[in-house]
């Protein structure tokens, strides 16, 4: 599965940049995804700027139905609900980021030492992974949720820890099979240092899986901050986030349903995006994965 | 075989010890003094002091520990802190509930997602395929609590062929139980549907190119024949995995069902007790669903190892 990749980095590196974005553009698919996170991308970074206060509420309108001054209807407090998809996509955006780098900040380093050493570390660190693998994910939010109070910021280090078995096991499977290739051995007898030959060959080398995990991983901290917002568990009302907006349109389902159609189908987009992106990152960058 | 399954669950009882552990230290990680936290907020002084007494509290780390395990497997899971009934209780009247929710949604996972999975291969790229295809990426993509809201809009609002939502147990009207029990059922099932139809239709499309299923054809074999008896039972090993592997997305997924549509099951417990901070009941439910998770993934772990003999053979598992 690895070795496929594992040329060095180091020969003709903005080439094979040229060669894998021609393969990728090719496909319908991907660039479809593309274009929804970028546009994902759009409403969360420049959305709040030209939308309006989020928390403006306007009691001679409460759940009004779509109109001009609001193109997606109010909620039960009048207040402007594109608004408030807009800085949801906000809050989405910092869910998926933070919680997939919170991962790979702590995963790599521990996934590369325990592949590149073995010994005792590996077993330590491979039962401990599968420790962690025995907590739903469910389980750590709410134990969180319970310890520190429902946030935002227990949101994320509820999904940074459950996505940290799958990063570790990625990068070490990874480095189990770079340390075996030549080009480190060549290091090894150049007289390179653990450091540089960890930072400068293993590495590189193990960045195609770990792409195409942060692609698996962001859509699942999307789905997962809006499911647990939405029970109550995560980020908490005022803040717009796209299940917050669900808990109240769930209230008004009869009276007001478009309120429950835009946080939704926003959610289902920005997931369908990185899920299209991530098969097509798979495909262009690990083909053996065998899909 | 036996060498292998006294390994797995060997790691298994590892792996629930180290649990229980975190769990343990867990609620004594909480600010404040442990029988207070166990005892509720509105407990009287001489409640907190029988919690201290009956959990030995006062007692250092490691006696503590012993006590927790040894009350917890003699069924003594402490007291609600809303009612004061006790956990145990709760537990045996709730779980049933989750379990009937899961088995119907997993019916419905198998059902539509082998199905549709099958015809895909089989139809590959024809319309069945992209159609199927098509569902299934959209199925990975929608959350659970959305699909149910939509279910509600459309089959509860709209149309109002089903009740929005309640639960009727299934031993006092089974027909008013399957009625409230669709809805949640096929929203619960749809994901794990869409997930099985994607792994069945590219593991049908590995084994139909396979040498064994050429051979079979060539030997004359009907096509139902070769897909029933040669390539779909290789698939097999497939559904096996992704249904361990989603286990923890299953149980999620029921959390969020149950909340939704006001079921009266573990998930909703769950999340009432974390809104209520009601400290013994969510020790309790953590505990019980680190067991099944554990369990569940021993028992796909040896029936993978029964269709696939490989692993068997070499001892090993995946991952």
């Given amino acids: ?291 | 075989m036996v060498w292998f399954i006294l390994r797995r669950a060997g790691s298994a009882v590892i792996v629930l010890f180290l649990a229980s552990i975190l769990i343990f230290l867990g609620i004594r990680a909480l600010p404040g003094d442990p029988a207070v936290v166990m005892a509720g907020e509105e407990a009287s002084p001489a409640m907190v002091e029988a919690i201290r007494h009956e959990f030995g509290l006062d007692k250092p780390l490691p006696v503590q520990y012993v006590d927790y395990v040894g009350q917890t497997l003699s069924g003594n899971l402490g007291r609600s802190t809303q009612d004061q009934l006790p956990v145990a209780d709760i537990l045996a009247e709730r779980l049933p509930v989750t379990l009937e929710l899961s088995a119907l949604a997993l019916l419905v996972a198998i059902v539509v997602g082998l199905g549709a999975g099958i015809v895909a291969a089989m139809k590959r790229g024809r319309l069945p395929d992209y159609v199927a295809t098509g569902f299934g990426l959209a199925g990975l993509s929608v959350p659970h609590f959305w699909l149910g809201l939509l279910g509600i809009l459309l089959f509860a609002v709209t149309l109002r062929w089903l009740p929005a939502s309640g639960y009727v147990p299934f031993t006092q009207d089974p027909g008013q139980n399957l009625q409230r029990m669709i809805l949640p059922a096929l929203v619960l099932g749809t994901g794990f549907a869409a997930i099985l139809m994607r792994q069945t239709r590219s593991a049908m499309l590995g084994a139909l190119s396979a040498d064994y299923v050429r051979t079979a054809r060539s030997k004359g074999l009907s096509e139902a024949k070769v897909v029933g008896a040669h390539a779909l039972r290789n698939s097999l090993t497939t559904v096996v995995t992704v249904l361990g592997l989603q286990l923890g997305a299953l149980i999620s997924g029921a959390v969020v069902t149950e909340q939704i549509f006001v079921i009266p099951g573990f998930g909703k417990l769950t999340v009432d007790a974390v809104l209520t901070r009601n400290y013994p009941v969510i020790q309790a439910v953590v505990l019980i669903t680190v067991i099944g998770y554990v369990l569940v993934n021993l028992l796909v772990d040896i029936a993978y190892a029964f269709l696939n003999p490989r692993i068997r053979l070499s001892g090993g598992g995946h991952g």
């Fill in chain 1, 1 to 291: 599965m690895a070795d496929a990749l594992a040329v060095p980095v180091t020969t003709g590196r903005s080439d094979r940049r040229r060669r894998l974005w021609r393969r990728f553009r090719r496909r319908p698919m991907p660039m479809a995804g593309l274009v929804l996170v970028a546009g994902f991308l759009l409403l969360a970074l420049l959305g709040p700027l030209l939308t309006g206060d989020p928390s403006a509420q306007d009691y001679t309108a409460t759940l009004a139905p779509p109109s001009g001054a609001h193109p997606l209807g109010t909620d039960d407090l009048g207040r402007d609900a594109l608004a408030r998809i807009a800085h949801g996509a906000q809050v989405s955006l910092q869910a998926g980021v933070l919680s997939t780098l919170l991962a790979m900040v702590i995963g790599i380093p521990i996934g590369l030492v325990a592949g590149f050493y073995r010994r005792w570390l590996d077993p330590v660190v491979m039962r401990l992974v599968d420790v962690t693998l025995a907590f739903p994910f469910l389980v750590f939010a709410v134990g969180l949720a319970a310890i520190i109070g429902p946030s935002l910021k227990g949101v994320v280090l509820a999904l940074g820890f459950s996505q940290l078995p799958a990063v570790i096991r990625i990068t070490r499977g990874e480095v189990l099979a770079i340390r075996e290739m030549d080009y480190v051995a060549a290091a090894i007898a150049d007289g390179a240092t653990d450091r540089h030959i960890l930072l400068r060959y293993v590495l590189p080398n193990c960045s195609s899986p770990l792409i195409v995990q942060a692609t698996v991983a962001i859509p699942a901290a999307i789905i997962g901050e809006s499911t647990l917002s939405f029970l109550g568990l995560g980020v908490q009302p005022p803040t717009p986030s796209w299940g917050v907006m669900l808990t109240t349109a769930q209230q008004y389902l009869d009276v007001a349903p478009w309120l429950a159609i835009w946080p939704g189908l926003m959610i289902a987009l920005a997931t369908l995006g990185f899920n299209l992106l991530g098969d097509g990152l798979r495909d262009v960058l690990d083909p053996r994965s065998g899909r």
